[in-house]
C-alpha cells in the first residue's frame, strides 16, 4: 500500500481527498494539530455532502475513503513508509527549500518529493539536494479535487523514471497529467492564462468592452469550446486542418497579434474600475465569495461528469 504524506491547508486537504478517492492510504502531515483537526473535520463534511449530491470521486464510500486519511505533526514519522510525498506549504520558496532539505535528510532512495508550487522554479526549490533525482513539481489546479489537469515539471537533475512515475500515479487517481520536458517561468497553464488576463485588462482599460462583457466573452464564447478541445484543435477544427488554417488566417492573426499593448501593470484606476464592476456582481464579503466558490466547484464538478460521460459515449 503507498502512503502520502500531505501538508494541511486548501490545496493540502483537496490533494488529501484526490489521493483517498483513487484508494490510496494518506497521511496529512502540520506542524499544527488545530490545522489538522479542521482539515480533518473540513474533508470529512465535503465527502459526506459530495456522496449525497452523487458527485463523491472514486470508487469507494465517503467513510470508506475518509478512513484512509491520517494525521500527524511529527515529520518523520509523517514520512515513514511513503513512496510520494505532496509538499503543499505557502507560496514561498525559503519555507519550501527549509521543507525539502529537512525531508532530503530522511527519505529513502525510493520515495518522490513533489511540489505543488504553481510558480517556483524546481531549478530554485530542489538544486543541491542529494535525492534532486526523485524531486518533481506536479502543480494542480485549484481546487485539485474538480480540476484534474496536474502539471508535472522536472528539474534539470530529474530522473525520468520520477517524472513517469508521478504521470502513471496521477493518471491512477484520476487526474489528467501533462508532461513539461523543461522547466520554464509560469509553466504552461499559467503562461496562457496569464496572456489571457494580459489582453482582457488592455481592453477593458481602453474602454473597449466592459469588464462583465468582457468575462461573459470567454464563459460563454471561447470558454465553451476550451472545456473540450484546446487552442491548436479548435485552429485545426476551424479549418481543414492546421495547415489550412494557417494558410487562411496567418495573417488576419498576425495583424492583430501586432496591436496588442504592452503588458499592463495591474495598477491604479483600471484595478478600481474593474473591482467595482466585478464586486457589484459579486461583493467582497466572506459569505458571499465563498457561496460563489461553492456554485463554481458544483459546475466545475457537473462539467467534469458530462466529459467524462460523453468520453464514454
Not at 101 to 119: A, F, P, R
Not at 120 to 139: A, E, M
Not at 208 to 215: A, N, R
Not at 282 to 301: G, N, S
Amino acid at each position: 500500500i503507498f502512503i502520502f504524506c500531505l501538508f494541511s491547508g486548501l490545496i493540502g486537504h483537496s490533494w488529501a481527498m484526490v489521493f483517498a478517492a483513487g484508494g490510496f492510504k494518506v497521511k496529512l502531515y502540520d506542524i499544527a494539530q488545530q490545522q489538522l483537526t479542521s482539515a480533518l473535520e473540513s474533508i470529512r463534511k465535503q465527502m459526506k455532502e459530495m456522496e449525497k449530491s452523487g458527485f463523491l470521486k472514486g470508487a469507494l464510500s465517503a467513510e470508506q475513503q475518509f478512513s484512509l486519511i491520517s494525521v500527524c505533526t511529527d515529520l518523520k514519522a509523517a514520512v515513514e513508509g511513503a513512496t510520494f510525498i505532496q509538499e503543499c506549504t505557502p507560496e514561498n520558496l525559503e519555507l519550501k527549500k527549509k521543507i525539502f532539505s529537512q525531508l532530503d535528510l530522511i527519505v529513502g532512495d525510493n520515495v518522490i518529493l513533489s511540489s505543488s508550487t504553481s510558480c517556483l522554479l524546481p531549478s530554485k526549490l530542489f538544486t543541491g539536494l542529494k535525492h534532486v533525482k526523485q524531486c518533481v513539481v506536479s502543480h494542480p489546479v485549484n481546487p485539485p479535487y474538480f480540476v484534474p489537469l496536474v502539471e508535472i515539471v522536472p528539474h534539470p537533475e530529474t530522473d525520468p523514471s520520477t517524472t513517469d512515475r508521478t504521470y502513471a500515479l496521477m493518471k491512477k487517481i484520476g487526474q489528467s497529467p501533462v508532461k513539461l520536458n523543461r522547466e520554464i517561468e509560469g509553466f504552461v497553464l499559467n503562461r496562457l492564462q496569464y496572456a489571457v488576463i494580459s489582453e482582457a485588462w488592455r481592453l477593458v482599460a481602453e474602454g473597449v468592452i466592459s469588464p462583465t462583457d468582457l468575462d461573459l466573452v470567454m464563459s460563454d464564447g471561447l470558454g465553451m469550446r476550451y472545456a473540450f478541445i484546446g487552442p491548436l484543435e479548435t485552429m485545426h477544427l476551424n479549418a481543414e486542418g492546421i495547415s489550412n488554417y494557417c494558410e487562411r488566417y496567418s495573417e488576419g492573426m498576425r495583424l492583430v497579434l501586432n496591436t496588442f499593448g504592452p503588458v499592463p501593470e495591474f495598477s491604479g484606476e483600471i484595478v478600481q474600475k474593474v473591482n467595482q464592476a466585478i464586486s457589484e456582481k459579486i461583493p467582497v464579503v466572506p459569505k458571499v465569495l465563498d457561496a460563489r466558490r461553492k456554485w463554481r466547484d458544483e459546475c466545475l464538478t457537473g462539467l467534469a461528469k458530462l466529459k467524462a460521460q460523453m468520453k464514454t459515449d
